[in-house]
């Protein structure tokens, strides 16, 4: 199993970009990197999803070096209601590791106004 | 289009009582997933479905009996409670695993 390693915690301030690392040494070939937001008592919500390089959407960025053994989330100018716990999580339709979606521990991100 | 849902929200249980945590889909899912969830904590996996008729364990799957005799239910029974298994509870589904997941609103199990 792909084991994911987060920072715990960031504070960030309002209007400010936040990036968050995703360390993930033994990556599988056929895993994917995928991205999830939770607010408190909420399920985690799907933020973005990638294979390798860059991918963008309404909401974020993810970036991913050529190696693929780590993955940084970018939030563009973050809001009060972006403070959460965000996951990052290693696996893919494919692979063995598709079968347990196994979760780090989270950042806790704080926006501060 | 409901998405996942479970039930109950909340339930109270005594030591050694049993109970079924239910989850059902309404978008015909082949992945269905259990997490658990401690304060403070990140999410356990307890255990999973590839497709009706198929489970498998996960992280921390003592304790607690899946089945999957449809696409769309997939329960969570829990056999004798421990005041251990105090915690939220999430159901999940995707299309295929690995693929974008989708969680139900959780359910709070307290265990005196």
């Known amino acids: 199993l792909a084991k994911t390693t987060q920072p715990i915690s960031m504070d960030s301030y309002e209007g400010q970009e936040v990036n968050i690392t995703c360390s993930h040494n033994?990556?599988?070939?056929?895993?994917?990197i995928t991205w999830y937001q939770q607010f408190p008592s909420q399920g985690p919500r799907f933020i973005i999803q990638g294979y390798k390089t860059k991918v963008t959407n309404e909401v974020a960025s993810l970036f991913i070096p050529a190696d693929r053994k780590s993955s940084t989330l970018s939030l563009p100018r973050v809001s009060l209601s972006d403070t959460a716990v965000y996951y990052c999580l290693v696996g893919g339709p494919y692979s063995g590791s598709a079968r347990q979606l196994t979760f780090g521990s989270g950042t806790q991100l704080t926006v501060l106004p | 289009n409901a998405g996942v849902t479970q039930t109950p929200k909340f339930q109270v249980l005594k030591t050694g009582q049993s109970m079924t945590l239910q989850c059902a889909q309404d978008?015909?899912?082949?992945?269905m997933s259990w997490y658990r969830q401690d304060p403070g904590m990140g999410l356990r996996l307890i255990h999973y479905s590839v497709g009706a008729g198929i489970t498998d364990q996960g992280e921390v799957p003592n304790g607690y009996n899946v089945s999957r005799s449809t696409t769309e239910d997939f329960p969570l029974r829990l056999l004798s409670a421990a005041p251990s298994q105090t915690s939220v509870y999430f159901c999940?589904?995707?299309?295929?695993?690995?693929?974008?997941?989708?969680f139900g609103s959780g359910t709070q199990l307290s265990v005196l």
């Open positions: 978008m015909n899912h082949e992945y």
């Open positions: 033994n990556i599988a070939t056929n895993d994917y």
């Open positions: 999940a589904s995707s299309s295929r695993g690995g693929e974008k997941l989708f």
